[in-house]
Nanobody, 121 residues
Framework: QAHFAESGGGLVQPGDSLRLSCVVS????????MAWYRQAPGKQREVVAW???????IYPDSMKGRFIISRDVPEKTLYLQMNSLKPEDTAVYYC???????????????WGSGTQVTVSS
């Protein structure tokens, strides 16, 4: 199973930007979807964005407009550019490879420790 190492989080002010990175232990981008998730305190983990195996980005309606997902296949790295951050974006952000047809309930990979994003003035 693939392992993931997320980084790039931090404490930022509302309106700031951050770019998160996720290094994958194996070359899986061309075979599997890859996605970013987040989990805020007391809430369930939710999907932020994902890439199809072919590299097409898909965003839930609630996430459209401020986040951009991308990848560097040779570097085995997934990125999440987050712009115009809001306090409600505060969460731990994770990446993983969702199994198709499971509505992001099952993953191919092992969850990493995530990276904390805190948006506060």
């Amino acid at each position: 199973q693939a392992h993931f190492a997320e980084s790039g989080g931090g404490l930022v002010q509302p309106g700031d930007s951050l770019r998160l990175s996720c290094v994958v232990s194996e070359t899986i981008f061309n075979r599997y979807m890859m996605a970013w998730y987040r989990q805020a305190p007391g809430k369930q983990r939710e999907v932020v964005a994902w890439l199809t195996a072919g590299g097409t980005p898909i965003y839930p309606d609630s996430m459209k407009g401020r986040f951009i997902i991308s990848r560097d296949v040779p570097e085995k790295t997934l990125y999440l550019q987050m712009n115009s951050l809001k306090p409600e974006d505060t969460a731990v952000y994770y990446c993983n490879a969702p199994v198709p047809g499971t509505r992001h309930s099952q993953m191919y990979g092992i969850w990493g420790s995530g990276t904390q994003v805190t948006v506060s003035s």
